[in-house]
């Protein structure tokens, strides 16, 4: 994780233009994949700022940049371990990561 290209919105209601603002500035380094994770406060099946859900998305895809969303809620889960074993391949899979698997007899 990079601190200096980390974004905390402010309000849910700017959070799109912030991140809009943020990408314009935002310089990638070559040959490097990126990707984001994104705790998000809506969910995406919520009805309720669920665009706001699919636009951060496109905005992260405009710019080459894959995305992980993680429902803030789900991180006070108790099982929330358990979900950070499926998210984990799944961030390997979209910097197209290959993940390598260790077998002792």
Not at 14 to 35: D, S
């Amino acid at each position: 994780m990079d601190k200096d290209t980390s974004l905390a919105y402010k309000d849910i209601k700017t959070a799109l233009v912030e991140l809009k603002q943020h990408l314009i500035h935002f310089r990638k380094e070559p040959n490097t994949r990126y990707v984001a994770i994104y705790v998000s406060p809506v969910h995406k099946e919520s009805e309720q700022d669920v665009q706001l859900y699919y636009q951060i998305k496109e905005e992260l895809l405009k710019q080459d940049i894959s995305s992980q969303v993680i429902y803030k809620e789900s991180i006070k889960n108790n099982y929330f371990g358990a979900f950070l074993e499926n998210i984990t391949p799944a961030l390997l899979a979209k910097i197209d990561g290959i993940l390598g698997v260790w077998i002792e007899n």
